[in-house]
Nanobody, 126 residues
Framework: QVQLIESGGGLVQVGDSLRLSCAAS????????MGWFRQAPGKEREFVAT????????DYADSVKGRFAISRDNAKRTLFLQINSLKPEDTAVYYC???????????????????WGPGTQVTVSS
């Protein structure tokens, strides 16, 4: 079964950029819609971005539109999240997730996803 591992998090300054990666092993991701979620201390996990299995349809949380960009490379079995203009409120553990889905389908609800990575910490210091 597919396993997901996030990487690319770290301690950064306000205004910096990061590129998170989510590498899949144990199977392809080409049949899966995928998403990024995050959880800040003391808060519930929240939706960040989602992408259809072919990469042609995406959606973002309002709080990250214009700053975050989700993409994928199915041949390399990797999902990406480009994060620009980081703010302190972006501090969280970022998770990637996957679910088998028809083409053009995307999901913003965490309950839709069945595969999750362990997360990568992003800390934005002011």
């Amino acid at each position: 079964q597919v396993q997901l591992i996030e990487s690319g998090g770290g301690l950064v300054q306000v205004g910096d950029s990061l590129r998170l990666s989510c590498a899949a092993s144990g199977g392809p991701i080409s049949g899966s819609a995928m998403g990024w979620f995050r959880q800040a201390p003391g808060k519930e996990r929240e939706f960040v971005a989602t992408i259809s299995r072919g990469g042609r349809k995406v959606d973002y949380a309002d709080s990250v539109k214009g700053r975050f960009a989700i993409s994928r490379d199915n041949a390399k079995r990797t999902l990406f999240l480009q994060i620009n203009s980081l703010k302190p409120e972006d501090t969280a553990v970022y998770y990637c997730a996957a679910v088998t889905a028809p083409d053009w389908k995307i999901y913003t609800e965490s309950s839709r996803y069945v595969r999750w990575g362990p997360g990568t910490q992003v800390t934005v210091s002011s």
